[in-house]
């Protein structure tokens, strides 16, 4: 079956860096994508990974490993604003999108 | 989590007829839903906003009176292409918000692939 596991929950303190870990399992597999959602908003696209290795982009950064069915999204240099749930989701080989149950991300002062 | 019901999943339609698109909050109600499109290999577009009962706000560059959004009732949205033309063909995915949920985050539904021929 197609699955996507990621932590339920995850504090962290504001300046510091936090990783949120993704895995997956699909059928087929044609990228993998993080979503920032503030509660009672849109989600908003944050990254997309196809191809093994690290993109950056200002304080995000996203991570793939293909042979482990293996992502992860880190962020430097938290700030408040950075609390929201975090989704990652894997598009498979028929462009649909498997998606997450989301990250709850905490920034304490 | 909650759970959000697409349908249909698959749709193959002609050129100049309409297609409508269902989504569904199945064990929550939903002031709120999302719909968004997607071409392959790219980020989700939000097309549009639609609220229980009032009209639906469309982002830019979106043309409301091709994609029309019906949200009746607490627990269905519809959008419907209107005279579908092949560059239509996109993923449509919807997202409902719970308006009991005390985050009231937005869940997703599965996405609706649409081919015009």
């Known amino acids: 079956g197609q699955n996507i596991d990621q932590p339920t929950e995850m504090t962290a303190t504001e300046g510091a860096i936090v990783q949120i870990n993704c895995t997956y399992q699909?059928?087929?597999?044609?990228?993998l994508f993080w979503y920032q959602q503030h509660a009672g908003e849109a989600p908003t696209f944050l990254s997309y990974n196809v191809l093994d290795g690290l993109e950056e982009k200002g304080r995000f950064s996203s991570f793939l490993s293909r042979s482990k069915g293996y992502s992860y999204l880190l962020l430097k240099e938290l700030q408040m604003k950075d609390s929201a749930s975090y989704l990652c989701a894997a598009m498979d080989s028929n462009y649909q999108l498997i998606w997450g149950a989301g990250t709850k991300l905490i920034i304490k002062p | 989590g909650a759970v959000v019901s697409q349908h249909p999943s698959r749709v193959i339609c002609k050129s100049g007829t309409s297609v409508k698109i269902e989504c569904r909050s199945l064990?929550?109600?939903?002031?709120?839903m999302f719909w968004y499109r997607q071409f392959p290999k790219q980020s989700l577009m939000l097309m549009a906003t639609s609220n229980e009962g009032s009209k639906a706000t469309y982002e830019q560059g979106v043309e409301k009176d091709k994609f029309l959004i019906n949200h009746a009732s607490l627990t269905l949205s519809t959008l419907t292409v209107t005279s579908a033309h092949p560059e239509d063909s996109s993923f449509y995915i919807c997202?409902?918000?719970?308006?009991?949920?005390?985050?009231?985050?937005?869940?997703f539904g599965q996405g609706t692939r649409l081919t015009v021929v």
């Open positions: 064990d929550f109600q939903a002031t709120t």
């Open positions: 997202s409902a918000r719970d308006v009991k949920g005390r985050d009231t985050e937005a869940f």
């Open positions: 699909t059928s087929g597999f044609n990228g």
